[in-house]
């Protein structure tokens, strides 16, 4: 089992709408949880950041922490083409300071 | 915010050759720093976490002969690939970790790209 998974995709949704990226973890004693967004030939770039149960939201975008269920999600409201790129789960385990990241989900919004 | 920059963004080198990478915190100081290696298609691997002041910790499988990683001050860390070959050919992304928030959140460099010939 894979210490971080999402779904790899490809996730394609008509602009406007809501995109739901999913992703899991096994690690019970995870601390903090990352959304990176990462366009074709760039480095990955710092969406929003959840340590607690709950839900956080950052302009259009929403994270959701589920720690019972090792979940954490990121739903896109209002999705652009723009919002076309891989979205990356990182997960801080126990290790000092080390992520774990996931593959990735590619995420399409055509217009 | 929190900037971290790279240098060179691209590089071309001939089998046999040494390259080095430099990563740079601008706006923060970075007691640790990491560095990652991405294939086309593929997720970021972890290759090693650098600290400042000591040796670097290299995950499993990396050769830390041939990844160099020198961890001289609070904002800048280098790795150099040591007699490079065409299968080292990647793209190397480095990132700091924000010690001002509690979350250890890490912000990546553009990244460097590459290309053993």
């Known amino acids: 089992q894979k210490e971080v998974e999402q779904n790899s995709g490809p996730l394609s949704v008509p602009e406007g709408a809501i995109a739901s990226l999913n992703c899991t973890y096994s690690?019970?004693?995870?601390?903090?949880f990352f959304w990176y967004r990462q366009y074709s030939g760039k480095s990955p770039e710092l969406i929003m950041f959840?340590?607690?149960?709950g839900d956080k939201e950052d302009g259009r975008f929403t994270a959701q922490l589920n720690k019972a269920s090792q979940y954490v999600s990121l739903l896109i409201r209002d999705s652009q083409p723009s919002d076309s790129a891989t979205y990356l789960c990182?997960?801080?385990?126990?290790?000092?300071?080390?992520?774990?990241f996931g593959q990735g989900t590619i995420l399409t919004v055509h217009p | 915010g929190a900037v971290v920059s790279q240098h060179p963004s691209w590089v071309i080198c001939k089998s046999g050759t040494s390259v080095k990478i430099e990563c740079r915190s601008l706006?923060?100081?970075?007691?640790?720093m990491f560095w990652y290696r991405q294939f086309p298609k593929q997720s970021l691997m972890l290759m090693a976490t650098?600290?400042?002041?000591?040796?670097?910790?290299?995950e499993q499988g990396v050769e830390k002969d041939k990844f160099l990683i020198n961890h001289a001050s609070l904002t800048l860390s280098t790795l150099t690939v040591t007699s490079a070959h065409p299968e080292d050919s990647s793209f190397y992304i480095c990132?700091?970790?924000?010690?001002?928030?509690?979350?250890?959140?890490?912000?990546f460099g553009p990244g460097t790209r590459l290309t053993v010939l």
């Open positions: 990132s700091a970790r924000d010690g001002r928030l509690n979350t250890d959140t890490q912000y």
């Open positions: 690690d019970r004693g995870s601390q903090s």
């Open positions: 959840i340590y607690s149960n």
């Open positions: 990182a997960v801080k385990g126990t290790s000092y300071g080390k992520l774990t």
């Open positions: 706006d923060f100081q970075a007691t640790t």
């Open positions: 650098s600290n400042e002041g000591s040796k670097a910790t290299y």
